[in-house]
């Protein structure tokens, strides 16, 4: 074989080696990225209400007594749910009438009084809460002197 054609031969394998390169690293230098996303962060709460609206353990109320009431999802079960281990803060006003708030277990409601609730804690409006554990939670409301007008209303939010 003429040596000009097994040089052409050889100069031909690295044209192509070099060509090949050229195609790859142009193709990195030619991507472009089209677009990009963002998964947002996901927070995690520790309650969950179980209804929008409290049912009351009694319709109504002799004008003048004292005593308590307490407050669940009625057909729902329990108020609210707690998660497992954790804390909260409530913040309420309550109605006339009312004294104080408690929450207590919803297995183990009140008999004589909200104190005596299953692990009943009584609340304060912007005091944080800590829970133990993983359990249902309803209200207990104790009132004074019911008013002729009858118990007011109340709402409660619970913040992290």
Request: charged residues 5%; glycine residues 8%; hydrophobic residues 40%.
């Amino acid at each position: 074989m003429h040596p000009a054609v097994s040089n052409m031969k050889r100069l031909s394998r690295k044209a192509w080696a070099c060509l090949g390169a050229i195609l790859a690293v142009s193709t990195v230098v030619i991507a472009i990225v089209m677009f990009s996303q963002t998964a947002p962060s996901v927070p995690v709460v520790n309650l969950a209400s179980n209804c929008a609206t409290l049912t009351p353990s009694a319709t109504s109320v002799l004008l003048g007594s004292s005593g308590f009431l307490t407050f669940d999802c009625s057909t729902n079960g329990a108020a609210f749910h707690v998660a497992g281990a954790s804390s909260a803060t409530p913040t309420f006003s309550l109605g006339a009438g009312y004294t104080t708030l408690w929450i207590y277990r919803h297995a183990i409601p009140p008999t004589s009084g909200c104190a005596s609730g299953g692990n009943a804690v009584q609340l304060s409006s912007g005091s944080s809460v800590n829970f133990g554990q993983s359990d249902d939670e309803d209200y207990c409301a104790q009132y004074v002197n019911a008013p002729a007008t009858g118990l007011g209303t109340w709402t409660i939010s619970w913040s992290t």
